[in-house]
């Protein structure tokens, strides 16, 4: 668990590592990652890569963080409700779900345009 209350979830478990958070006020469990990009990709790469992958891949939520001069970083983020409760095993398969997801969004990539 980190200093902000979130937990990490290795890629030993899972195909990509990812933190969960809980949001009590919402009954959420929240799911995210992130990767850094490549540097030299500008502002409409980024987003026209962004936007298939919002198109294409159901689970995560895409979105970057950065700047064409500072770097972007691809994030991906996925709510859970929890209002009725949640059963253990439901939180792991959405979880190796959204993992497995995110993946496949970086495997759209298949020019090693935005990672190596």
Excluded: H
């Amino acid at each position: 668990m980190d200093d902000d209350g979130d937990l990490y979830i290795s890629k030993e478990t899972i195909e990509f590592g990812c933190w969960a958070r809980y949001i009590k006020e919402s009954k959420l469990i929240n799911f995210f990652t992130y990767v850094k990009v490549k540097e030299g990709i500008n502002e409409p790469q980024m987003y026209e890569f962004i936007n298939t992958l919002n198109s294409t891949i159901m689970i995560p939520q895409f979105y970057a963080a950065g700047s064409a001069e500072e770097g972007f970083s691809l994030y991906g983020s996925y709510y859970m409700p929890t209002l009725f409760g949640a059963d253990k095993r439901f939180i792991v398969a959405t979880l190796r779900r959204f993992s497995g997801a995110f993946l496949a969004g970086l495997r759209e990539d298949k020019d090693d345009v935005f990672f190596n």
